[in-house]
């Protein structure tokens, strides 16, 4: 089995900063991405940030040049710093992983619970 535990969100005022945390765990043999989805209510899932081994980080137009997402591969753990925020940030945010399980396993997504990310003054 697999946990994707998030950890960092909260309530900040706007232009202030967080910086949210996502540790895989469990049985785990490779990743091939890590990232962040949200969601506000009554708002589709949106896309924030993507890394994938190898490959440039990819943004959701709305958070390019105040986000900024990086990786531990040592521990499994992918983080997301959220600078100059904007009440329009408000969302639940949604950790996942693409992962492989063992040797020639197809790969599997996996969410985290979520994480509140309030923008307010």
């Known amino acids: 089995q697999v946990q994707l535990v998030e950890s960092g969100g909260g309530l900040v005022q706007p232009g202030g900063s967080l910086r949210l945390s996502c540790a895989a765990s469990g049985s785990i043999f490779s990743i091939n991405s890590m990232g962040w989805y949200r969601r506000a209510p009554g708002k589709q899932r949106e896309l924030v940030a993507i890394?994938?081994?190898?490959?440039?980080?990819n943004y959701g137009d709305s958070v390019k040049g105040r986000f900024t997402i990086s990786r531990d591969h040592a521990k499994n753990t992918v983080y997301l710093q959220m600078n100059s925020l904007k009440p329009e940030d408000t969302a639940v945010y949604y950790c996942y992983a693409l992962l492989r399980q063992r040797v020639g396993a197809l790969q599997s997504t996996y969410w985290g619970q979520g994480t509140q990310v309030t923008v307010s003054s």
């Open positions: 890394i994938t081994s190898g490959i440039s980080p």
